[in-house]
C-alpha cells in the first residue's frame, strides 16, 4: 500500500468537517444503520476502495449482518439475501455511482418511492454521494 500523498483530513478541516457532519445526521436518519453501512460497502465495492471495503464490512459484521449476506453484496441481483427495500436503494447507489453512464433514469428512481419516503430518499441519495466522495478522497490520497 502506498503513503498516504496529502493529509487531507487535516488540510482541509472545515471542509472534511462537514462531510462528518453530513455521516453523523445520516447515522440518525429513518433508513438505519444497516442499510446505510450496506450502501456504503457496495458503493466501496463498486469504486474499489480498500480502506472503505474494509471499514464498512467490519461494520456490518459488528451489527450483527451475517457474513453469507456480505459475500453476496456485489451479486444482490441475483441473491434471495435482499429485502425489496433494499434491491430499490442499491439499485439507486450503483447508478448513482456510476451516473456518467446511466444517468438516474426513471426506472431505476420510481421503485424508490414505493419502498421510501421522500426523506428517506434524499438522505438515501445524500449517503450515495457522500460515500462516492469519501472513496474518492481515500483513494485519490492512497489512504
Given at each position: 500500500m502506498s503513503n498516504l500523498r496529502?493529509?487531507?483530513h487535516e488540510l482541509?478541516?472545515?471542509?472534511?468537517?462537514?462531510?462528518?457532519?453530513?455521516?453523523?445526521?445520516?447515522?440518525?436518519?429513518a433508513l438505519g444503520g444497516e442499510l446505510i453501512e450496506l450502501i456504503y460497502l457496495r458503493v466501496s465495492q463498486i469504486n474499489g476502495c480498500a480502506f472503505c471495503l474494509e471499514m464498512?464490512?467490519?461494520?456490518l459484521r459488528k451489527r450483527g449482518v451475517d457474513q453469507a449476506r456480505l459475500d453476496a453484496l456485489a451479486g444482490w441481483r441475483v441473491s434471495h439475501r435482499?429485502?425489496?427495500?433494499?434491491?430499490?436503494?442499491?439499485?439507486?447507489?450503483e447508478d448513482l455511482?456510476?451516473?456518467?453512464?446511466?444517468r438516474a433514469e426513471d426506472a431505476v428512481y420510481l421503485p424508490l418511492e414505493a419502498?421510501?419516503?421522500?426523506?428517506?430518499?434524499?438522505?438515501?441519495?445524500?449517503a450515495v454521494s457522500l460515500m462516492n466522495a469519501f472513496n474518492r478522497l481515500a483513494i485519490g490520497m492512497r489512504q
Open positions: 496529502q493529509p487531507y482541509s478541516q472545515e471542509a472534511y468537517s462537514g462531510f462528518i457532519q453530513a455521516k453523523k445526521a445520516l447515522e440518525k436518519s464498512h464490512s467490519s461494520a435482499f429485502s425489496e427495500r433494499e434491491r430499490a436503494a442499491l439499485a439507486w447507489a455511482t456510476d451516473i456518467a453512464r446511466c419502498c421510501f419516503s421522500p426523506q428517506e430518499v434524499s438522505d438515501l441519495t445524500f
